[in-house]
Each structure stands twice: as structure tokens, then as C-alpha cells.
């Protein structure tokens, strides 16, 4: 490999185990560290001796047989990537506009007390200060309102 540096295959596999570990500890999704078994199984059969093409071919199934069938039991039971918020019961609330929302550009809404950047379902309309508007969709902190029916 490296000027006198020679690395053993099973060595490389336990790298390999070991890097995909460090990345899962830094993601914490849930997904690489199904690759770090595959790694330590691909090292178990360099250690018996068997042939690099068998080596890789464990790596991988073990890596995705795990990865597809424990990656959803895991996150179920962990609940990764499920935060609870009651974002989504503001869904089809009613709130006040108090910054004119006009095509394309976001203007601002007042619901319980506190002041959402909000922007029109429909970007070709413009809704004023004091119209009352609906909140149909929540993409990350911005509110996608539209007026109210018979409100027009």
C-alpha cells in the first residue's frame, strides 16, 4: 500500500466498523451503524480466511438486511426524528394579518399572541393588514395562510 505499510484485510474491516460507528455517533440516525456490523462480520470472515469477494459480499448483506429490517423496529422504539410539538394543531386556525403578505414575498401573522412570518397559498394575491386569514400549511417557521372564505 504506503511505502512499507502494509495493512492486513481483517485490519481494514475493523477500520471500517470503527468509521462507520464514528459517523453514526455523530448523526444518531440510525443508519451507518448497521454498516459498522457488516464491517465486523466482513472481519470475522477475513480472520477465518476467506476470499475478499466473500468479505465484501457479507458486508453488504449483513449491512442491508439490518439496515432494512431493525432500522424501523430501532426508530420506532427510539422515536429518531420524531419531536413532539403541537405545531401541527395550528393547522386551520384563524389568525390576524399585521404585515401586508403581497405575491411572492412574505409579510407577517399574529395567532395567540405571537407573530409568525407568513406567506400567501396563492402567491398572486395580496392580503392586508387586518384581514383574518387560515393557516393551511406550516413549512419549517413560516405559516402558508390564505383568506378566509367570504372574506374576499
Aim: net charge neutral; with cysteine.
Amino acid at each position: 500500500m504506503f511505502a512499507g505499510l502494509e495493512m492486513s484485510e481483517p485490519l481494514i474491516w475493523i477500520l471500517i466498523a470503527v468509521i462507520f460507528a464514528i459517523i453514526e455517533g455523530f448523526t444518531m440516525g440510525l443508519t451507518t451503524i448497521w454498516f459498522t456490523v457488516g464491517g465486523v462480520g466482513a472481519c470475522i470472515v477475513a480472520l477465518l480466511g476467506g476470499p475478499l469477494l466473500l468479505q465484501i459480499a457479507v458486508f453488504l448483506i449483513i449491512s442491508i438486511i439490518l439496515l432494512y429490517f431493525t432500522r424501523p423496529l430501532a426508530e420506532k422504539r427510539l422515536k429518531i426524528g420524531h419531536e413532539k410539538n403541537n405545531i401541527d394543531l395550528m393547522i386551520g386556525k384563524s389568525c390576524l394579518v399585521t404585515e401586508t403578505i403581497e405575491p411572492y414575498h412574505t409579510g407577517q401573522v399574529k395567532l395567540n399572541g405571537l407573530v409568525w412570518t407568513a406567506i400567501a397559498k396563492d402567491n398572486k394575491e395580496t392580503l392586508t393588514v387586518g384581514e383574518l386569514v387560515k393557516i393551511v400549511k406550516i413549512e419549517g417557521v413560516k405559516l402558508i395562510v390564505e383568506r378566509m372564505k367570504g372574506e374576499e
